[in-house]
C-alpha cells in the first residue's frame, strides 16, 4: 500500500507569491495534519483535518489555510510568502487522528527568495 | 515553557553504548507519547509509542514514560552508527494535537 504521498518535492518561490500543497493520506485514513518544519527545530502543528472538517490550528496567521477533500486528500496554502515561511512543509496521515500514531509523507521542501 | 522540551544534543555515544534521550511535557492530561527517528534531509519515521506508565521495549528500543514526573525517555542499546539521527518526542495534548519537540540529535561513532 502507498504511504503519505506529498506533492511538489521541492518548490522555489519569490515574496508575495501564493503556493499550494497537496497530500494524499494512507489508503483509509480520514484525519490529515500539516507540519512546518524549519531547519534545527521539531516540526510544528499548523493544521488538523477530520472528515472534511478542520479539527485544530496551530499558531499560524490567516495567510495559512487547508482543505481536505471528499476523498481525504488535502491541500495547504500559503498566501503572501515571506522568507520566513521556508520550511520542510509535513503532511500527516491518520485514522482518526485522536491519540493516534501520525504517519508522515515525505514532505515538500518550500524555499521563499 | 515548551509544551514538549528536549534537550537538543548533539548526544554524542561510542558504538555498542546505551543512548538515552529524554523528554519532558507540560500538559498533565496527556495520555499518548511518541518517538520520531528523523534522518537529515528526511521525513519524521514512528519508532516507539506508548501509553501506560512503565517501560514498553521494542528490539533495540526502550521507551520509559512516568507520568508523576511528566518524563519519557527512550533508550537505544547496543547502538549502531545508523542509529545517527535526530529523535523526536511527541505528545498529544488535551486540545487533540500532536505536539513535538525540538529533538535530540545522536551521534553514535564507530
Known amino acids: 500500500d502507498a504511504g503519505v504521498t506529498q506533492s511538489p518535492t521541492h518548490l522555489i518561490k519569490t515574496r508575495g507569491q501564493h503556493v499550494t500543497l497537496r497530500c494524499s493520506p494512507i489508503?483509509?485514513?480520514?484525519?490529515v495534519s500539516w507540519y512546518q518544519q524549519v531547519l534545527g527545530q521539531g516540526p510544528q502543528f499548523i493544521f488538523q483535518?477530520?472528515?472534511?472538517?478542520?479539527?485544530g490550528r496551530g499558531n499560524f496567521p490567516d495567510r495559512f489555510s487547508a482543505r481536505q477533500f471528499p476523498n481525504y486528500s488535502s491541500e495547504l496554502n500559503v498566501n503572501a510568502l515571506l522568507l520566513g515561511d521556508s520550511a520542510l512543509y509535513l503532511c500527516?496521515?491518520?485514522?482518526?487522528?485522536?491519540?493516534?500514531?501520525?504517519?508522515f509523507g515525505s514532505g515538500t521542501q518550500l524555499s521563499v527568495l | 515553557q515548551k509544551e514538549v522540551e528536549q534537550n537538543s544534543g548533539p548526544l554524542s555515544v561510542p558504538e555498542g553504548a546505551i543512548a538515552s534521550l529524554n523528554c519532558t511535557y507540560s500538559?498533565?492530561?496527556?495520555?499518548?507519547f511518541f518517538w520520531y527517528r528523523q534522518y537529515s534531509g528526511k521525513s519524521p519515521e514512528l519508532i516507539m509509542s506508548i501509553y501506560s506508565n512503565g517501560d514498553k521495549e521494542d528490539g533495540r528500543f526502550t521507551a520509559q514514560l512516568n507520568k508523576a514526573s511528566q518524563y519519557v525517555s527512550l533508550l537505544i542499546r547496543d547502538s549502531q552508527p545508523s542509529d545517527s539521527a535526530t529523535y523526536l518526542c511527541?505528545?498529544?495534548?488535551?486540545?487533540?494535537?500532536?505536539?513535538f519537540g525540538q529533538g535530540t540529535e545522536l551521534s553514535v561513532k564507530p
Open positions: 483535518y477530520y472528515e472534511k472538517e478542520e479539527r
Open positions: 500538559d498533565r492530561g496527556s495520555q499518548s
Open positions: 489508503s483509509g485514513h480520514k484525519s
Open positions: 511527541a505528545v498529544y495534548n488535551q486540545g487533540g494535537k500532536l505536539i
Open positions: 500527516a496521515s491518520s485514522s482518526t487522528g485522536t491519540d493516534e500514531k501520525l504517519f
